[in-house]
DNA sequence: TAGAAAACTTGCAATTTCGGCAAGATTTGC
DNA sequence: GCAAATCTTGCCGAAATTGCAAGTTTTCTA
């Protein structure tokens, strides 16, 4: 958004960025406890200190890449028509954040991954880049709906309940061995939190 | 629900109740940083070895009185009568955690919950807890619906938006100072979801 | 009910993490 | 081009973390 980025914001965020995803990618590679914090340090060629002065853990530098990319949720809102309704816009924000990126090869996910969303401290981290990025949404709601964020619940209970939604989605596809495409069940998630949750009927889901 | 609870279980039980009280006491009253595990250990008539068997940080210990009681909503959705409507099972079932407790009197928080509320790391421990208490709260569902947790979303997706609403409504009720019950906070943001969240007319929200 | 088995508590010690501090390097703003 | 602000880094002490084994308490079984 703000093009006027300085040359030490850019280091920042690349620097940022690059402890991430070294921090990422040795933890699939060697696992969870195979990996130092020098270890990431060196593969981003800075100090452990500097490590330390952007992130408090291993897993937040591994939650980072989800929360920068979830932040953006917000900002796809805002980038949306003005007319388009409500819900709509939600929607496509959303799913905006997970269309064009195969991103990751269901066939090449090692079980690495999984076993790296699988420790605690990192499912944690995830948690709290989930609820970052609501907080973002829901800013974002208010404005263009016009509602006062301290006053009214509904920015953040709708951010809440799309977050908490999208999630279970994402979950559910990636529990069931993620083949496919993920959009279509964050579609079909929020389609029916869009419709009150009714109890679907028996043979509707597959 | 399990009443043949061995001497063993009842003790470990009551110890961590004390020192999940114990860490809250004393952080609230001297702070987040001037309180050490010995502290909370001591307190709880214990060795600060057995407070690491425990929990692996304050942080958790703080939030396990929250997990204790939301893990009982989905215990209070079985106990809800069968031919119940689900929605209203479920909103029966979560604000009953809420009923009955005046719990925390709103004037006698002397902004030190407020502010251990705030420590990061206390918050991502109750975004765990919640996470838990969701899980708990998506079998429950399934069980009542006959539904199959890994097949269908459902269940987790209810779980998962109903806490999030839930959550939302606690956090705005204790935004504005915490003044009457939360019950009809809760109450309302779950009937707004179970309408679809649309979008809420200018006057409506007070 | 005695005695063995299992589970829990605890102290100790080796490692690792955590945070503050200050010196040196880089970027920014005027 | 200079001064201020910011960032990086090494270093250090305090605190946290974890494994291990010995001592207790509870549970199980014959």
Redesign the pocket.
Known sequence: MTDDE????R??RE?RATLSQAAIRLCVQRGWDDV??ADIAEAAN?????F??YF??KAEAIAATHLERALRTADELRARPAHEPLWDAVIAAVTAQFDGTTDIEPAAWPSGVRRVFAEPAVRGEILKANAAAQEALAVAIAERTGLDLERDVYPRLLASVVGAASGAAVGHWFRGGPRDSVVPHIHSALDQVRAGLPLPLPEADR
Chains 1, 2 share one sequence.
Do not use: A, D, I, P
Request: aromatic content about 0%.
């Open positions: 300085g040359l030490r914001e280091k920042k620097t130092s914090l800075v100090s452990e200190r500097t330390r002065n408090t853990s």
